[in-house]
């Protein structure tokens, strides 16, 4: 059965979402897969520890002082919550500019809870509150530390972007001059690659003793809080599961988890990028991994604070229950 995310109403499917899994080992053998593994998407926010590993591997992280904290922001797509903004301003004076240098544009907070920073609360949307804005903080550092201009630092001819595909592209295993290049929703460079190669740089990020990979890994999974927000699937799995799973999601349905025990890396696409569909796509992965004898999840249930990832309500405009989103079928192991 092919593998899915099937949206209900009332007791019948309603509609059908598509999904593409490669579940990676880092020698780059692929032991599960669903859909196809060697699907071209981009990679859009799920990149992000890579994109900051130069900022480790150059030596910007240590002159400007960025400690875990830090690193967990420049590898975030954060909820923009207080403790998010502030971090980014942080980062922005450690390295002596200020917001206006962001190139990164407002958007409305990723969490609907946080009204205060939306038009409608009555909040002014500034480029900090973005969910990138600490990517882009790091991309700065790296650029004053290197000397190079601060001014279009995310555009593709700039040294910067140059050093962020460099790593991808050592990451993931794939020539430079074969990864996409576009522009992503935040304006800086985003990378076009098979599922099958984001799911080797994760199943690297996890496994490496490489001290850049060690130092993002660490800082990820020290700081959930900071790499996405509470209430979020990234937050509540990497807190529910400490040092067993690392989760970064990426826009239009893109999901990436490194789980450094199990040495597997993970890359997921829901193919008509429904986000929403994207959660329970990545814990129904998980779920058939420890099925199977590949990952150790203790217990045989998701805590609370994940379970309501598992499978979401479809709720009408009287608040209503009408259905909900889940997954359905099976991934192919490999032998």
Same mark, same amino acid.
């Given at each position: 059965m092919e593998f899915r995310i099937e949206s209900t109403r009332g007791q019948l499917v309603e509609s059908v979402h598509r999904v593409s899994v490669a579940v990676v080992d880092p020698d780059g053998r692929v032991v599960a897969r669903a859909g196809d593994p060697a699907l071209v998407s981009f990679w859009r926010s799920a990149a992000k520890p890579f994109q900051a590993m130069p900022l480790v591997s150059d030596g910007a992280a240590d002159q400007f002082g960025f400690?875990?904290?830090?690193? =967990? #922001?420049?590898?975030?797509?954060? @909820?923009?919550?207080?403790? *998010?903004?502030?971090?980014?301003d942080h980062m922005l004076r450690l390295i002596g500019l200020t917001e206006q240098d962001l190139a990164c544009g407002p958007h409305?907070?990723?969490?609907? %809870?946080? %009204?205060?920073?939306?038009?409608?609360? !009555? $909040?002014? #949307?500034?480029?900090? @509150?973005?969910?990138?804005?600490?990517?882009?903080?790091?991309?700065?550092?790296?650029?004053?530390? *290197? $000397?190079?201009? %601060?001014?279009g630092y995310e555009r593709e001819a700039h040294p910067v972007q140059a050093r962020c595909l460099e790593a991808i592209s050592i990451w993931s295993g794939q020539p430079r001059e074969t990864i996409r290049l576009a522009v992503d929703g935040c304006t800086a460079v985003c990378h076009g690659l098979p599922l099958s190669a984001m799911a080797l740089a994760y199943a690297r990020l996890g496994s490496s003793d490489d001290s850049p990979a060690v130092r993002i890994r660490d800082a990820m999974m020290g700081h959930p809080g900071l790499v996405a927000g509470g209430g979020r699937l990234c937050t509540d799995l990497m807190a529910? /599961?400490?040092?067993?799973?690392?989760?970064?999601?990426?826009?239009?349905? +893109? /999901?990436? =988890?490194?789980?450094?025990?199990?040495?597997?890396?993970?890359? +997921?696409?829901?193919?008509? !990028?429904?986000?929403?569909?994207?959660?329970?796509?990545? #814990?129904?992965? #998980?779920?058939?991994l420890a099925e199977k004898g590949l990952l150790a999840l203790p217990g045989a249930d998701w805590p609370a604070a994940v379970a309501h990832h598992a499978e979401l309500p479809t709720i009408n405009t009287r608040g209503e229950v009408t259905g909900v989103l889940r997954a359905a079928g099976a991934l192919h192991f490999s032998h």
């Open positions: 400690g875990p904290r830090e690193l =967990a #922001l420049a590898c975030a797509s954060h @909820s923009s919550e207080p403790v *998010h903004i502030e971090l980014a409305p907070p990723l969490a609907g %809870t946080l %009204t205060d920073l939306s038009p409608r609360g !009555g $909040g002014a #949307l500034t480029p900090r @509150s973005s969910n990138c804005s600490g990517k882009h903080a790091g991309m700065l550092a790296l650029a004053r530390f *290197h $000397g190079w201009p %601060t001014a529910a /599961y400490p040092g067993l799973v690392l989760a970064k999601v990426g826009a239009d349905g +893109i /999901y990436g =988890a490194a789980l450094p025990a199990a040495r597997l890396g993970v890359a +997921i696409k829901v193919e008509d !990028g429904d986000m929403r569909s994207a959660r329970p796509a990545l #814990l129904a992965v #998980l779920r058939q």
